[in-house]
């Protein structure tokens, strides 16, 4: 995708050429060109309910392996699946924007996510599921086909600010997720969760087959091209690679710790039912509020301080996780369990927080770098950082079933030591 106009997307009204009849083609009555607020406000609907796939599972993750048979060692893996599925799919399927007509594409697409959710929900193995949880987060890659198609059809001059309010949606799918999947997987079961999920999403790419306009791209460049300039991009732009490194590392960090609070939740002192669970995950989720206050301050030139305390702000959440949880500096949950769970949720938020401020400058500075590869640079940038998510879920299980929360707790800092001191280097670099 070479600009963020071109890809999924396509003016409804084509001018016919020389050749061709004098009778004129007519706009689709059903794709409006102008992206009005109604429609805004469904292609923000629509990526918030897609992007679920992706971090329900970590809340889910107990009852799953304790369904499925998993050992505690591979429960990490419910939730990894999903988001390496996606980070392929950003990779594999996105790219074929171009080559494809793409309403077709994203409707068929997002009927294949439909149907592994639906696959998942019937699952009686591990290994089944598995792999349909990992296809069906290949599949939800289609988020980042909606996107690119939204900005195109807002006006030149309103284009950054359409693209905010979609992203708005993804964000607000991805903290809703978990409570959302523990209120339902509570009240009717996990196998429910996914198959209203799936039922949702056959939904979405109906009311998308008519609402879409159609593109044909127009390009000559092959399926094998277009992966190659995915490795040109990562090779020659210094930018994307750091951002993308410190957004993977951070969300390595915020997967670790959600992809295991559950267990912890669950046992005493807190004895947390799945209910009590996604209240603490809606509790958690008020750090997203410094998403807008992030993005003014790099738009100010704050962009390297706040940088700066985003990331101190992850080791002061860690730091109030393993008080907590794990008995840090010589606290007991036990004595104290009240205490320990307001601790527990204020380590959430202020983690949240730290990660979401780290994302939101590491987006706008990816967009800084060429607008003419708008569209690829998004898809390695938010690509490569689910790769770090799904590290960290996987860690998270491992550190769980040999350490418990000890174990979380040391994953989580690990990923938080390594993005403050990539945090430090390349401030350096561009001080320098």
Same mark, same amino acid.
């Given at each position: 995708m070479t600009q963020p106009s071109a890809p999924c997307s396509r003016d409804t009204v084509v001018a016919p050429t020389p050749c061709a009849p004098a009778?004129?083609?007519?706009?689709?009555?059903?794709?409006?060109?102008?992206?009005t607020t109604p429609l805004t406000i469904?292609?923000?609907?629509?990526?918030?309910?897609?992007?679920?796939?992706?971090?329900?599972?970590?809340?889910?993750?107990?009852?799953?392996?304790?369904?499925?048979?998993?050992?505690?060692?591979?429960a990490g893996l419910i939730a990894m699946f999903p988001q390496l599925g996606y980070a392929a799919g950003l990779l594999l399927l996105v790219p074929l924007c171009d080559l494809l007509e793409n309403r077709r594409l994203i409707v068929r697409t997002l009927t294949c996510c439909a149907a592994f959710l639906a696959m998942a929900a019937l699952a009686q193995s591990g290994g089944v599921f598995l792999t349909c949880v990992l296809l069906a987060g290949a599949t939800s890659s289609v988020i980042q086909m909606l996107v690119p198609m939204a900005a195109s059809m807002a006006p030149e001059s309103h284009r950054g600010r359409a693209v905010g309010n979609v992203m708005s949606g993804l964000m607000l799918g991805i903290l809703l997720s978990r409570p959302l999947a523990s209120l339902i997987a509570g009240t009717v079961g996990w196998r429910a969760f996914y198959g209203l999920?799936?039922?949702?999403?056959?939904?979405?790419?109906t009311v998308l087959f008519f609402r879409l306009p159609d593109h044909t791209p127009q390009t000559g460049a092959r399926y094998p091209d277009l992966?190659?300039?995915?490795?040109?991009?990562?090779?020659?732009?210094?930018?994307?690679?750091?951002?993308?490194?410190?957004?993977?590392?951070?969300?390595?960090?915020?997967?670790?710790?959600?992809?295991?609070?559950?267990?912890?939740?669950a046992q005493a002192p807190f004895s947390l039912g799945t209910s009590g669970i996604a209240l603490f995950a809606l509790a958690g *989720?008020?750090?997203?509020?410094?998403?807008?206050?992030? @993005?003014? !301050? %790099?738009?100010?030139?704050? &962009?390297?301080?706040?940088?700066?305390?985003?990331?101190?702000?992850?080791?002061?959440?860690?730091f109030m996780l393993g008080v907590a949880g794990a008995g840090w500096a010589g606290f007991s949950a036990g004595t104290h369990p009240a205490l320990a769970l307001g601790l527990l949720v204020a380590g959430a938020a202020t983690l949240d927080a730290g990660v979401i401020a780290d994302q939101t400058l590491g987006r706008r500075a990816i967009n800084l770098i060429n607008p003419a590869a708008?569209?690829?640079?998004? *898809?390695?940038?938010?690509?490569?950082?689910?790769?770090? @998510?799904? !590290? %960290?879920?996987?860690?998270? &299980?491992?550190?769980?079933?040999w350490f418990g929360w000890t174990g979380v707790c040391v994953v989580i800092l690990s990923f938080t030591v390594a993005l403050f001191v990539l945090g430090c280097l390349g401030r350096a670099t561009r001080g320098h």
């Open positions: 009778s004129p083609v007519l706009p689709t009555p059903v794709a409006p060109r102008v992206l469904f292609f923000a609907a629509a990526v918030g309910v897609i992007v679920v796939n992706l971090s329900a599972p970590q809340p889910l993750t107990g009852p799953i392996r304790q369904a499925l048979g998993l050992p505690d060692a591979l999920e799936a039922l949702a999403d056959a939904l979405l790419a992966l190659r300039s995915l490795w040109t991009l990562i090779r020659t732009e210094p930018v994307l690679r750091l951002r993308a490194a410190q957004a993977a590392l951070a969300l390595g960090a915020f997967s670790a710790f959600w992809t295991s609070i559950a267990l912890l939740l *989720a008020t750090g997203a509020i410094v998403t807008p206050l992030a @993005g003014y !301050l %790099g738009d100010r030139g704050a &962009g390297r301080t706040t940088q700066f305390v985003s990331h101190l702000a992850m080791f002061v959440a860690v708008r569209g690829r640079l998004n *898809a390695l940038f938010v690509g490569i950082f689910f790769v770090g @998510g799904a !590290l %960290g879920a996987m860690l998270s &299980g491992v550190g769980w079933a």
